[in-house]
Structure formats: structure tokens, C-alpha cells
């Protein structure tokens, strides 16, 4: 918000759960110290599920293979080996989508055509910070 920067925010349960039945209310407010309302000029947020559907532990990896397969540019950050995240991303690079990792997720995903990431602004895509974030 600081930047009045766009988003896009993938749920992992229905867009009215998230939002408690109120558009205007922010989804993350605990996350936000620029405001609490919910910028929808600057903002998507996209969920698989129905409506009012609750969170579940299977809701994650259908978020997560859904936010992967949005991405232009994946930032892999401490991918466990034989992990969900690790067969997502390898997917991904399957599928040509440019994979960046930190050290110890390229040891994980091995040659999958991932690149080297130190958590720094990379010069082809502007991508800066150290983690991937979430949206749930």
C-alpha cells in the first residue's frame, strides 16, 4: 500500500469468506500499517473456491499450484526436497516459466533449469526481498 503498488492475492478459501461478507474490509489487516481498507483499484483477488467455502488444508496446494501458474517469474526460497513446493516449481520450469532459488532450493531442485536468486533486486525482472509471500 505504502507504494501504491498493484497486487494480485490468491485465497485459499472463498473470496467472501476471506473478506467476512465486507468487500471494503482488508483480508490481512494484522499484515497492514498503511491502512485497513482494501484497495480494489490496485488489487485482484482470485480464488478457485466457492464463495463462502472455509479453509482447509488441501485449499493450500490448490492456491499454491494456482499462484505458481499466474507467476511470470517463481522465487523459490527454502523448498524442502521431495516437497509439495519442489514438484510445483519443478512443474513450473517444465512449463517454461522462469525459476529463480536461493542456495539450498537449488540443491532440492537439482537441474530443473532453476537460477541462482541471493535474495537481491535480480537486473531481468526487478524482483527484490527474500521470500515468497502468502496470502491466506
Do not use: Y
Amino acid at each position: 500500500k505504502r507504494r501504491a503498488e498493484h497486487s494480485v492475492m490468491v485465497l485459499d478459501r472463498g473470496i467472501l469468506a476471506t473478506f467476512d461478507d465486507d468487500l471494503r474490509r482488508d483480508p490481512l489487516p494484522a499484515a497492514r500499517i498503511w491502512g485497513f481498507g482494501f484497495e480494489s483499484e490496485r488489487s485482484i483477488v482470485i480464488s478457485p473456491f466457492r464463495l463462502h467455502d472455509a479453509w482447509i488444508g488441501a485449499n493450500s496446494r490448490i492456491r499454491d499450484a494456482l499462484a505458481i501458474a499466474l507467476a511470470d517469474v517463481i522465487v523459490a526460497v527454502q523448498i524442502r526436497p521431495g516437497g509439495v513446493m519442489e514438484s510445483l516449481v519443478r512443474e513450473a520450469a517444465e512449463r517454461g516459466q522462469k525459476v529463480l532459488a536461493d542456495e539450498a532450493s537449488m540443491k532440492a531442485l537439482g537441474d530443473c533449469g532453476a537460477k541462482p536468486w541471493a535474495g537481491r533486486i535480480d537486473p531481468e525482472t526487478g524482483i527484490t526481498g527474500t521470500k515468497f509471500t502468502r496470502m491466506s
